[in-house]
């Protein structure tokens, strides 16, 4: 494991430009630009200009960021963050920016809202979801979360609200053609599934068009989903977690027909067994990625899954779409796991999270 960067303030996202370059974000809201070795080109400010302001409390700030598949000719970025309402402030959400980013001025231009959480909540800075992961279609993901509060979370099952969804849209922010019709007076056309805690990690599966993502239990129940088109995946009426500081069950139980079990799920920090009658604990996945270069041939389909209150990287081995082996990684450094990507020299990074972020590169 190598140090490429230090001295990141609470970075959240990864992002490499067809150059080997990166873009890197932090929560407070500032976008960097690296060389592909992580330094300051020519030991300067490294800081992307014309970011918009971003609602940076709690959870919420500068989230996300993904180029366009079509980067290398339109020169697109997108990226998330939680946006406070312009006439009630009190009101955030997410939205998704598009924006051309000049990389060698660092500049944005022509950033646009292209689509926001619908409504915004008040009295909630948390559970904002946020990643993005563009399909082979060309068409984007976005995960949102429930909103943690207790008055919100029951709109995971609500398909007129954004609460707990996984939406699927054009570059135009508009709903991508194909997405499931709910039959359901007023639901949201781009909605692509339902029933969604706090969904921090997304990926595409390599040679495939599958969503995977991952998402936070409460106390207990962190999962890892095969998330396809209008399917529940149970949020908050089944669950394997807990109620935060007792022993009490989530919802109806575990299993309930017409929502789905996940592919993977943790009732124990460090993924040993659970005992009844004890207090879960939650490993609060974040970033995650598949692994389908050739440097580590072992590992070639594996899915890797950040862990923030976990703090290690979780290796996961699939057969099919079926999870059969997890092992948990670099936690002896006992660090906050907020990202992790596979870069385009076939190796593994991996972003840290706190006020002295770091990006490191696992190699072998």
């Known amino acids: 494991m190598?140090?490429?960067?230090t001295g990141l303030l609470y970075p959240w996202s990864l992002a490499f430009l067809p150059d080997g370059r990166m873009l890197i974000t932090e929560r407070t809201g500032r976008l960097h630009i690296r060389s592909a070795d992580g330094s300051v080109v020519n030991g300067g400010d490294d800081t992307v200009c014309c970011v918009p302001a971003v609602a940076s409390a709690g959870q919420g700030g500068l989230l996300d960021v993904a180029l366009d598949p079509a980067f290398a000719t339109n020169k697109r970025i997108y990226m998330t963050i939680a946006e406070r309402d312009a006439a009630v402030p009190a009101l955030?959400?997410?939205?998704?920016?598009?924006?051309?980013?000049d990389a060698d001025r660092r500049t944005l231009a022509?950033?646009?809202?292209?689509?926001?959480?619908?409504?915004?909540?008040?009295?909630?800075?948390?559970?904002?979801?946020s990643r993005l992961a563009f399909d082979n279609q060309g068409y984007l993901f976005v995960t949102m979360g429930e909103r943690l509060l207790d008055s919100q979370r029951g709109f995971a099952q609500d398909l007129t609200r954004g609460n707990g969804k996984v939406v699927?849209?054009?570059?135009?922010?508009?709903?991508?053609?194909?997405?499931?019709?709910?039959?359901?007076?007023?639901?949201?056309?781009a909605i692509w599934s339902y029933g969604h805690r706090n969904p921090q990690g997304a990926a595409m599966r390599p040679g495939t068009n599958q969503l995977w993502t991952n998402e936070h239990g409460p106390q207990g129940g962190d999962e890892v989903n095969l998330t396809q088109a209008g399917r529940n995946?149970?949020?908050?009426?089944?669950?394997?977690?807990?109620?935060?500081?007792?022993?009490?069950?989530?919802?109806?139980?575990?299993?309930?027909?017409?929502?789905?079990?996940p592919a993977a799920y943790w009732e124990k920090r460090d993924g040993s067994a659970?005992?009844?009658?004890?207090?879960?604990?939650?490993?609060?996945?974040?970033?995650?990625?598949?692994y389908s270069a050739s440097n580590i041939p072992e590992?070639?389909?594996?899915?890797?899954?950040g862990a923030l209150a976990g703090a290690a990287l979780w290796r996961l081995t699939l057969n099919g779409d079926t999870v059969v082996s997890r092992e948990r990684l670099l936690a002896e450094r006992v660090e906050r796991i907020r990202d992790v990507r596979q870069g385009p020299d076939g190796w593994l990074y991996v972003l840290t999270d706190g006020a002295s972020g770091k990006l490191l590169r696992l190699t072998r």
């Open 92 to 101: 955030n959400g997410v939205a998704v920016l598009r924006a051309v980013l």
């Open 168 to 189: 699927r849209i054009t570059t135009e922010g508009g709903a991508a053609p194909g997405n499931p019709n709910f039959g359901v007076p007023g639901a949201q056309p």
């Open 274 to 290: 659970w005992t009844p009658g004890t207090q879960k604990s939650s490993i609060a996945p974040s970033g995650m990625a598949f």
């Open 110 to 129: 022509n950033v646009t809202v292209i689509y926001r959480q619908e409504p915004k909540v008040a009295n909630s800075e948390a559970h904002f979801g």
């Open 2 to 5: 190598t140090e490429v960067a």
């Open 233 to 261: 995946y149970g949020w908050p009426v089944i669950s394997y977690g807990q109620e935060y500081g007792g022993l009490t069950q989530v919802g109806e139980g575990t299993a309930k027909a017409g929502m789905e079990q």
């Open 299 to 305: 590992w070639q389909g594996n899915l890797f899954v």
